[in-house]
């Protein structure tokens, strides 16, 4: 038995981390400093926060059975809960709604590939999109993201 206001029994009691409040200015800064640097970036984080994302999000995740695409090319089955864009929203902002350009990656491949887009499409801050030719195919983007 638990008691309150603790979330762990005693035997558990060493994984329950102490609660540190955010600071609130800081994440107000980031929001509104660094995230919504421009008004393009400022138009991704709006989209983010709108119910036809949370929707288009839902339905991704369902209809790819909350698994990793990446790591399903490469015959393994990973959970994944992050719906990513196959090609970035701040290179192609036309496709930011469009069921063909989402994916259900895990935390691993979604790092991996947000690395691989700084490189090729010059995504991210500080950096200048480059004039490429936008990557369609999971497939490929798999490859290259692993460096296959």
């Given at each position: 038995m638990?008691?309150?206001?603790?979330?762990?029994?005693?035997?558990h009691?060493?994984q329950?981390?102490?609660?540190?409040?955010r600071?609130?200015?800081?994440?107000h800064?980031?929001?509104?400093?660094?995230?919504?640097?421009?008004?393009?970036?400022?138009?991704q984080?709006n989209?983010?926060?709108?119910?036809?994302?949370?929707?288009?999000?839902?339905?991704?995740?369902?209809?790819?059975?909350?698994?990793?695409?990446?790591?399903?090319i490469?015959?393994?089955v990973?959970?994944?809960?992050?719906?990513?864009?196959?090609?970035?929203?701040?290179f192609?902002?036309?496709?930011?709604?469009s069921?063909d350009?989402?994916?259900?990656?895990?935390?691993?491949?979604?790092t991996?590939?947000?690395k691989w887009?700084?490189?090729?499409?010059g995504?991210?801050?500080?950096?200048?999109l480059?004039?490429?030719?936008?990557?369609?195919?999971?497939?490929?983007v798999?490859?290259?993201?692993?460096?296959?």
């Open positions: 638990v008691e309150l206001p603790k979330h762990y029994c005693a035997k009691s060493d329950e981390r102490v609660y540190v409040p600071d609130k200015q800081a994440t800064r980031y929001n509104t400093v660094t995230r919504n640097r421009d008004d393009d970036k400022r138009d984080y989209f983010y926060r709108t119910k036809q994302w949370v929707q288009l999000r839902q339905l991704m995740l369902d209809e790819q059975h909350y698994l990793c695409q990446y790591c399903k490469d015959g393994r990973v959970v994944g809960k992050t719906v990513d864009h196959i090609v970035p929203m701040e192609s902002p036309n496709d930011k709604a069921t350009n989402l994916a259900v990656t895990c935390s691993r491949c979604h991996i590939k947000t887009e700084r490189s090729y499409y995504t991210g801050q500080g950096n200048t480059k004039r490429v030719s936008p990557v369609r195919s999971m497939a490929m798999n490859r290259l993201m692993k460096g296959k």
